[in-house]
């Protein structure tokens, strides 16, 4: 059972920049998807980005688009969401998840969540 591990999480301003990670605790497959999801205060969940292991096809939700970069390190079995031009409706807890299949998208696996705040 793969683990994943979130970090970078904090307090920034509007306008800042933050990188968060997620380390898998062993080698995933050409056929993994990764993604970053959120929940803010009050409201679902959401995708934020999700990306292939294999081809890095990327995903994005349009509220981060232009804003936003998913990507992965393959020898580092980490995944990064790296967030520009943050906005105070960008707080919420980001989850990192993995889908074992590429074909059939279920994200089986996640992390614990680290908390981002943007504050006005």
């Known amino acids: 059972q793969v683990q994943l591990v979130e970090s970078g999480g904090g307090l920034v301003q509007a306008g800042g920049s933050m990188r968060l990670s997620c380390a898998a605790s062993?080698?995933?497959?050409?056929?993994?998807?990764m993604g970053w999801f959120r929940r803010a205060p009050g409201k679902d969940r959401e995708l934020v980005a999700r990306?292939?292991?294999?081809?890095?096809?990327?995903v994005y939700a349009d509220s981060v688009k232009g804003r936003f970069t998913i990507s992965r390190d393959n020898a580092k079995n980490t995944v990064y969401l790296q967030m520009n031009n943050l906005r105070p409706e960008d707080t919420a807890v980001y989850y990192c998840?993995?889908?074992?299949?590429?074909?059939?998208?279920?994200?089986?696996?996640w992390g614990q969540g680290t908390l981002v705040t943007v504050s006005e």
């Open positions: 062993e080698r995933t497959n050409g056929n993994y998807v």
């Open positions: 990306i292939t292991w294999s081809g890095g096809t990327t």
């Open positions: 998840a993995a889908s074992p299949s590429i074909v059939r998208i279920q994200f089986q696996y």
